[in-house]
């Protein structure tokens, strides 16, 4: 008989007879002249029941010493279950364990925190949770390429070793090697990739890198780790308004994507970790995005202050730098929906950033969404060769390290915008899952490196 | 008018009319009363002609005096082309400079060697050859997307800062941050993502990374960087054959992927740069790959020899590991086709693959093709946490620094197997480029980090 997946019983169990599955053991519960068995196979995020008896099972002695964790083949007929929420069960003719477990098997059947489950992130994928997240994690990778692939944008991996440091701020990672003066010059890890797709932009138009990035941050939170994975998309002759159409399509296409292919496990995270989660991307698909220019936010806030609201910072001034609680309370309590802030002022804003008619703001944008703020930056880039030089000296960074990234101004770069992702920050939102640790296979961070 | 781009006005020149395009001047030809202009927009390979002529172009003389390199807006009539080889040129009516590139633009019209323009990693991607190599690049990655994600794999971002040297052995890069001890261990760059996707394999049964690795090596050859990028696919409860079995039917529908999606890309190689090239691919997919054991190919090598054919190294036995002229005899006079080599002597393979019941060989293969020799090696891993743990001793390798691996094999790890493909390896397999610089838009190696 040939093996097939929970997968396929899922679809197909209502035609099905006899099946033969492979897979690991969950649970099991031995209750004399019958056992059940929780069983999976990776295929999908749900369970099979395995019931197993005395007058129907081969080797039902074994199945009753078969520990979480182990690796069995089993052959049985599918049959109508009894439970309530479970259409079928698997009662088993044949058993046969292909691995035992040991006895120690960290995930036995209670329910464990996070935290714990970090410490074993070689095993914590076998959860519930864990395998629902990081197969939703594999469906939007999938999904972004698909996005690009679709709207003929061509992938530039962009180099993970680098040497310029113009947006590192001193947060970066150092590569060394044993061999002295590998490279010719202090070699770092990438802290974004969108200096090097500029210049594929200019050859293809539309690119996207997405790949790892990093950031050598101190800081242990929930919303930091040092390894994470970005996408940056960059267009040549985009302007800043089709950038934000691009931003808003881009978003909406990956909740839908997630909406429609991942539905059981979205249901999964709404009845388990956060019952909120359905409707908040729901509403984000329907919602048209509103855009608001950064002096208009501030021009918001301050009647808000004015009329007695108060924030934990009442200190609002254009120039300002706007903390989380600000963008939070326009994006949830203002308009309640998706919210673009753009034309921000250039001394809050990074060097490459195209500087507006008014001489004080640039063209960037930040895409603010209800319940986690901040998921998309992005911005025109400052085509004209001097004025951008005269940004870099002001930032106090040396030209001659990123010649050739300011030299593509001169030569038939006409327009180009972009913006990046964080894969992790997005991932965060369309799971409700709260600690950006749990939705990357083996986070790292400051301190431990343990797997 | 809405802007269209090249790519429609190649798949719809006949029944188009009038065109507006965005993009930029490959060369510019003035002939007194009439002018040439070669223009791409980077959406496909090809230029477009564009003709300008003092009765019907507005702005007649700025076309004139637009540079190689610059961006432009043309709007015109698509019109039959007298000249061979080409089906349509277009005749233009309204001609605006977006901007104009500078004088000394390094790509002017002549013929440039890849050494040059390996000098100018930012721009080269402008030229058709790299325009043409990266473009398969990109679409190669998404048919490696495409092809798992049909086959209910599960993508895994592996980290991309370990600390475990496994297979490191000294080629190492190192990773360090302003702040002393930021990781609590010698933290590296990974060379291999298998030892994670093992990981990810017990909880998804199929799992693929697809992401950067890095090898500090000294050795500045056509065939050696520092960073690359690696597909490296792991199934849990398949063995060697079936391996063998995924490996071909991989690597066949990414030739047939590339031989379908870049048609055009393909024939415009063979013709400029590999004229072997579009038949070795057709042969490499109507080809049933032959699979070898490792003692037999011995036997027949040093048959060979001792019939009068001479190698480099004629020193043929048991335990070699064979050079790439001994791998390229057998694939390219022996068989013709693509060979596995399989069953390796385990002290020339490494520690985790699977010790056969001959006590002398491991269950590793390798994938030879004509033309290039190894692109793809693979093994069933041990499963025996003993035999793990004894290999790795054998190997002098600390096993307290991959507990968390060895113990997989103690927690339900019945077997698994995977491969590694290197992508660079196969895109210049798939391109004919010999040079592995030349298949990667920012290389990495010993020496200059220049952009």
Redesign the interface.
Known sequence: METI?I?EVFKNYKSLDEVRL????RSNRDSGSIGFISFF???CINSVQLVYKKTDTENFDEARTVRT???IMVEGKVVPSIKENQNFEILLKGFKI??Q??E??PLQKKEHTSEFLRSIA??R??TNKF?TV??I??EI??AI?NFF?QN?F??????????NDAEGA??????????KN????N?T?TVSGQL?AE??A?????VYTF??T?R?E?SNTNRHI??F?MVEPEV??CDINQLMFLIETFVKYLIRFALKNCKEEIAFLNKSTDSGLAQRLLDVVDAEFVKVEYKEAIRILKSKISEGHRFEDNDIYFGKDLASEHEKYLCEVIYNKPVFLYNFPQEIKAFYMKQNHDGTTVAACDLLVPGIGEIVGGSQRE?DYKKIVKRCQSFGIKTDEID??L??R??????SSGFGLGFERFLMYITGINNIKDV???P?S??????
Request: aromatic share 22%.
């Open positions: 997946s997968k492979v897979g690991w053991v196979d990776g295929t964790g182990s690796a292909l691995k477990s040991d120690d098997y070689h095993l994928q076998r395998n990081m197969k994690r594999s990778a999938f390429h692939h003929d061509v992938w530039v991996s962009t180099p993970i070793i680098t040497s001193g947060e970066n990672f150092y590569v060394s090697s044993k061999e590998f490279f010719d010059k070699a890890l090097h210049a594929y200019q050859a293809y138009k539309r790949g790892p990093f050598a101190k040092s390894e994975w040549a002759f085509d050739w990234y030299n593509l001169r030569y038939g770069y006409f327009k990357i296979p083996f790292r400051y301190g431990p490196i343990n797997f």
